[in-house]
């Protein structure tokens, strides 16, 4: 019975309103991401329904001749008001996983049902009640489809308690318009089974929730000092080469990872199929030795709670020496993502940490004399920046190159003196150090070597208690 649920299709459409100042080319943008993140939670999207306004609705977001428009393609194109509803679903359920296939073109028939309706903003409660009501569907707004995948891919414990206060915030606000769906269980009743005297089912949910964020965040507080440890433990054994992808979803980060470290990341064509930090080794290994670390993808309009949420996890891009914002190279309004992902850096302090600018994907721009052209207009518009396609060996040795450069332009070269009786300590110079040359004579050892100057500073002091 499990498996029939699973295998269910479940059909979507996609409902926005144009405002005044927002271009064709952004909003189009926006609704072809909207479409993805469907696409990501397992629905097809058959249909799109679009309108301008001066604002929104107050009422249900929409205007009442769209919301009639919906209602009855979603009833079934006749339209016939005698055709009994549906019964309004309630729109905190929990999604089911389903499969994927219809173009996004195809006309509706009459056997396939329309399960949500998607939304390219954040609506109040109220409005996504009267929403529901008047289309007969399940309505679900922007954020809470991200907050939905979210839960889904989370991972680690940190992630899945950041993402569970993020999702109990929106919940929390949402709880009298679902009691209004509910009937007479939302309403007051006298106090039983731990509810206060006159303490109605929705205040005594909201007390729930806010014991339980409360709960969370000294989870958190806790995981976010375990981990803290960790870095610096990380930090004072390697050094403090450290390299974190930033960048919007989607963008190929973990395939450079892959591509970058040897490692088996999570790779796949889904927006945020990673949402936990992962942290490997550049390979080939390098004096200084390079940590790499993915982060989770940014999105245009990502909740605010979300962004509060994973700040722990977005301190691996701040505790970093060098960020590498990953840019979608074919995507043609990959000038959108560069602001989405540059106004997520300066919310979590990060725009003074240098950054180099990969342009990711060029493989996927036409043949190559389109290539060659992309190529040619990023490196003029940005100049310093890469232009390659992780999955090219020839472009990740490039960028592994510019990524030892920049940590090894600030190595001295000095010369170390092991005497015979200190050679022990040979492996930490050849661990720690680049040995350039090598002598020797009676009283012991000779090491050109080029390093940090910590790291020099560190040998020269175990090399004095040695003596």
Request: net charge negative.
């Given at each position: 019975?499990?498996?029939?649920?699973?295998?269910?299709?479940?059909y979507?459409?996609?409902?926005?309103?144009?405002?005044?100042?927002?271009?064709?080319?952004?909003?189009?943008?926006?609704?072809?991401e909207?479409?993805?993140?469907?696409?990501?939670?397992g629905?097809?999207?058959?249909?799109t329904f679009?309108?301008?306004?001066?604002?929104?609705?107050s009422?249900?977001?929409l205007?009442?001749?769209?919301?009639?428009?919906?209602?009855?393609?979603?009833m079934?194109?006749?339209?016939?008001?005698?055709?009994?509803?549906?019964?309004p679903?309630?729109?905190?359920?929990r999604?089911?996983?389903?499969?994927?296939?219809?173009?996004?073109?195809?006309?509706?028939?009459?056997?396939?049902?329309?399960?949500?309706?998607?939304?390219?903003?954040?609506i109040?409660?109220?409005q996504?009640?009267?929403?529901?009501?008047?289309?007969?569907?399940?309505?679900?707004?922007?954020?809470?489809?991200?907050?939905e995948?979210?839960?889904r891919?989370?991972?680690?414990p940190?992630?899945?308690?950041?993402?569970?206060?993020?999702?109990?915030?929106?919940?929390?606000?949402?709880?009298?318009?679902?009691?209004?769906?509910?009937?007479?269980?939302?309403?007051?009743?006298?106090?039983?089974?731990?509810r206060?005297?006159?303490?109605?089912?929705?205040?005594?949910?909201?007390?729930?929730?806010?014991?339980?964020?409360?709960?969370l965040?000294?989870?958190?507080?806790?995981?976010?000092?375990?981990?803290?440890?960790?870095?610096?433990?990380?930090?004072?054994?390697?050094g403090?080469?450290?390299?974190?992808?930033?960048g919007?979803?989607?963008a190929?980060?973990?395939?450079?990872?892959?591509a970058?470290?040897?490692?088996?990341?999570?790779?796949?064509?889904?927006?945020f199929?990673?949402?936990?930090?992962?942290?490997?080794?550049?390979?080939?290994?390098?004096?200084?030795?390079?940590?790499?670390?993915?982060?989770?993808?940014?999105?245009?309009?990502?909740?605010?709670?979300?962004?509060?949420?994973?700040?722990?996890?977005?301190?691996?891009?701040l505790?970093?020496?060098?960020?590498?914002?990953?840019?979608?190279?074919s995507?043609?309004?990959?000038?959108?993502?560069?602001?989405?992902?540059?106004?997520?850096?300066?919310?979590?302090?990060?725009?003074?940490?240098?950054?180099?600018?990969?342009?990711?994907?060029?493989?996927?721009v036409?043949?190559?004399?389109?290539?060659?052209?992309?190529?040619?207009?990023?490196?003029?518009?940005y100049?310093?920046?890469?232009?390659?396609?992780a999955?090219?060996?020839?472009?990740?040795?490039?960028?592994?190159?510019?990524?030892?450069?920049?940590?090894?332009?600030?190595l001295?070269?000095?010369?170390?003196?092991?005497?015979?009786?200190?050679?022990?300590?040979?492996?930490?110079?050849?661990?720690?150090?680049?040995?350039?040359?090598?002598?020797?004579?009676?009283?012991?050892?000779?090491?050109?070597?080029?390093?940090?100057?910590?790291?020099?500073?560190?040998?020269?002091?175990?090399?004095?208690?040695?003596?």
């Open positions: 019975m499990q498996k029939e649920v699973k295998d269910k299709p479940q979507a459409i996609v409902a926005s309103v144009q405002l005044p100042g927002v271009s064709d080319v952004e909003f189009e943008a926006s609704l072809t909207l479409r993805e993140l469907a696409k990501t939670l629905f097809t999207v058959v249909r679009t309108q301008k306004r001066s604002g929104f609705d009422t249900a977001y205007g009442v001749g769209k919301r009639q428009e919906i209602r009855h393609f979603v079934g194109d006749s339209g016939d008001e005698t055709e009994p509803d549906r019964e679903m309630n729109p905190l359920y999604l089911s996983t389903v499969v994927e296939g219809m173009d996004d073109a195809a006309e509706r028939v009459s056997d396939v049902p329309i399960d949500v309706i998607f939304v390219d903003h954040e109040s409660p109220s996504a009640r009267h929403l529901e009501n008047e289309v007969g569907c399940q309505v679900m707004d922007r954020t809470m489809v991200i907050l995948i979210f839960h891919n989370a991972r680690s940190a992630a899945r308690a950041q993402v569970e206060i993020a999702r109990l915030g929106y919940l929390a606000p949402r709880l009298r318009e679902a009691a209004k769906l509910a009937g007479p269980q939302g309403r007051q009743r006298s106090g039983v089974g731990g206060g005297a006159g303490e109605s089912n929705t205040e005594l949910d909201k007390r729930k929730i806010r014991d339980r964020i409360a709960e965040q000294k989870e958190i507080t806790a995981m976010d000092a375990d981990r803290k440890t960790q870095r610096a433990r990380r930090q004072a054994h390697q403090l080469a450290s390299v974190a992808l930033v919007y979803t989607n190929g980060k973990s395939t450079l990872m892959r970058l470290t040897g490692s088996e990341v999570l790779v796949a064509n889904k927006l199929a990673t949402l936990d930090t992962t942290v490997r080794t550049l390979y080939p290994e390098s004096i200084p030795r390079v940590l790499v670390s993915d982060t989770v993808g940014f999105i245009k309009n990502l909740p605010h709670g979300l962004v509060a949420s994973f700040k722990s996890t977005l301190e691996e891009a505790d970093a020496s060098l960020l590498l914002h990953v840019i979608d190279a995507d043609p309004g990959f000038e959108r993502q560069i602001e989405t992902t540059e106004e997520v850096l300066k919310e979590i302090d990060a725009l003074e940490v240098p950054r180099l600018r990969i342009f990711n994907k060029i493989d996927h036409g043949d190559a004399a389109a290539q060659a052209e992309r190529e040619a207009a990023l490196r003029a518009a100049p310093g920046c890469i232009v390659m396609s999955r090219r060996p020839d472009d990740v040795a490039k960028l592994h190159k510019a990524i030892l450069a920049f940590f090894q332009k600030d001295v070269e000095a010369e170390l003196f092991l005497p015979w009786s200190a050679q022990q300590l040979r492996g930490d110079v050849f661990a720690r150090c680049e040995v350039l040359a090598e002598r020797a004579d009676d009283e012991g050892a000779f090491f050109r070597v080029r390093c940090e100057q910590a790291v020099l500073d560190s040998l020269r002091e175990q090399l004095a208690q040695a003596r």
